[in-house]
């Protein structure tokens, strides 16, 4: 075997395991739900958001005929039902949480319709499929950062502050006996 191919291989194999090792993280909050019986400090919308997102690959995984696609997807979808239906099983609102699984499922539903229908030309709806399923998961794992535009500004000023702290440390031999807190 030739050095690219085991290091191609090395980290093809790298990607599995940690890609694998990531639709795993729910087991904690799985373990969770099931300690204390409810579904308190455990979202649903990961759960739900990466199983469309599991079942958009598989989807591309099967298109394109590449079984370790189709493998570890099988294995993240199977698993985020599994956190689903346990939410489900501990949530006392169920009803809401029923609604969100139908609506994204009904999108789910309606993009296989556009993406196996109305797409008839194969190498297209791979190249299409393969770029909305791109798409969602960059936003859907840069989604958590919209909790830090409020911060910004804070965010902004703290570094200013620090540089102006190293651009202008505080020389040893003068007072700022004004200035000190």
């Given at each position: 075997?030739e050095?690219g191919?085991?290091?191609?291989?090395?980290?093809?194999?790298?990607?599995v395991?940690?890609?694998?090792g990531?639709?795993?993280?729910?087991?904690?909050?799985?373990?969770?739900?099931?300690?204390?019986?409810?579904?308190?400090?455990?979202?649903?919308?990961?759960?739900?958001?990466t199983?469309?997102?599991n079942?958009?690959?598989?989807?591309?995984?099967?298109?394109k005929?590449?079984?370790?696609?189709?493998?570890?997807?099988?294995?993240?979808?199977?698993?985020?039902?599994?956190?689903?239906l346990?939410?489900l099983h501990?949530?006392?609102r169920k009803?809401?949480?029923?609604?969100?699984?139908?609506?994204?499922?009904?999108?789910?539903?309606?993009?296989?319709?556009?993406?196996?229908?109305?797409?008839?030309?194969?190498?297209?709806?791979?190249?299409?499929?393969?770029?909305?399923?791109?798409?969602?998961?960059i936003?859907?794992y840069?989604?958590?950062?919209?909790?830090?535009?409020?911060?910004?500004?804070g965010i902004?000023?703290?570094?200013?502050?620090?540089?102006?702290f190293?651009?202008y440390?505080?020389?040893?031999?003068?007072n700022?006996?004004?200035?000190?807190?």
């Open positions: 075997m050095a191919g085991f290091l191609d291989s090395l980290i093809y194999g790298a990607c395991v940690f890609t694998l990531m639709f795993s993280a729910g087991l904690s909050d799985l373990r969770h739900m099931r300690m204390t019986r409810s579904v308190d400090n455990v979202q649903f919308l990961p759960f739900l958001t199983e469309v997102n079942l958009g690959w598989l989807s591309y995984g099967a298109l005929g590449d079984g370790i696609l189709i493998v570890v997807n099988t294995v993240g979808a199977a698993l985020q039902t599994l956190y689903i346990a939410y501990y949530c006392p009803r809401v949480v029923l609604l969100q699984t139908a609506t994204l499922l009904g999108v789910l539903l309606l993009g296989y319709g556009y993406f196996w229908l109305l797409v008839p030309n194969p190498e297209a709806r791979l190249q299409q499929l393969g770029l909305f399923c791109s798409v969602f998961t936003s859907m840069l989604s958590p950062l919209a909790d830090l535009v409020s911060n910004f500004p902004v000023t703290s570094f200013i502050r620090f540089w102006l190293w651009k440390p505080q020389e040893q031999d003068r700022y006996w004004l200035l000190q807190t």
